[in-house]
């Protein structure tokens, strides 16, 4: 790799791209379980975390020759994430279900759970169901901490909210840590842009190093 074209691409090893493809990919199958899919919501969901995704991955791939192209995508991705919180928190206000508080110890236990596939966050959300971590203080039981909330007697309806609260609230914390993951990449390619300038900036120094060793 040359001086001018430096190294570039690279973001499939970035944390917060990871975190925005399985956001995107959980979102897929939420909206497609939850909300009609001839509704406007569920194309604007799907296309709010499909954004989040991409413009990552064009970001890092126009860094090699526009650091002013990378810092701008990344900010694009960073706003589309931010419009999909919204939808997330919309969908929990208006079907009448919570949306955790930060002490809520699921939260932190997804964070460390590290969920690589829709497939592992979906077995994390049945599983916080069924020892009743939807309403339970201490992700164990149920109001009491002790009667789980899948039982012989849970009826339809209440499994009807289960789920999606769950899964809602999981995507949610997904996004707040890629959301701020892309803030700390926003603060350093804004520093770098800062320090080291962009192509333009970069070329004047390639060619001024040439004209130096040619004479």
């Not at 928190?89 to 930060?102: A, K, P």
């Amino acid at each position: 790799m040359s001086d001018l074209i430096p190294k570039h691409g690279g973001y499939l090893k970035l944390r917060g791209f990871q975190i925005a493809q399985l956001v995107y990919d959980v979102t897929v199958r939420f909206c497609d379980k939850y909300i009609d899919k001839r509704s406007r919501t569920h194309d604007q969901m799907v296309q709010a975390a499909r954004s989040g995704v991409q413009n990552i991955a064009e970001g890092s791939q126009a860094s090699a020759t526009s650091k002013k192209t990378e810092l701008k995508l990344t900010q694009v991705a960073r706003a589309s994430l931010e419009e999909l919180k919204l939808d997330y928190g919309d969908y929990l206000r208006q079907h009448g279900l919570s949306e955790w508080d930060r002490e809520n110890p699921l939260r932190q236990e997804l964070i460390d759970k590290r969920c690589q596939t829709a497939d592992e966050l979906a077995s994390w959300v049945v599983g916080v169901a069924k020892r009743g971590g939807l309403h339970g203080q201490d992700g164990r039981g149920g109001q009491d901490g002790q009667s789980p909330i899948l039982s012989t007697k849970t009826t339809a309806s209440t499994l009807s909210k289960i789920f999606p609260e769950i899964s809602a609230n999981a995507v949610l914390v997904l996004i707040i840590v890629a959301n701020s993951l892309l803030d700390r990449q926003v603060e350093r390619l804004a520093q770098d842009f800062e320090k080291e300038g962009g192509f333009t900036e970069r070329l004047y120094r390639v060619r001024t190093e040439k004209r130096r060793k040619t004479f």
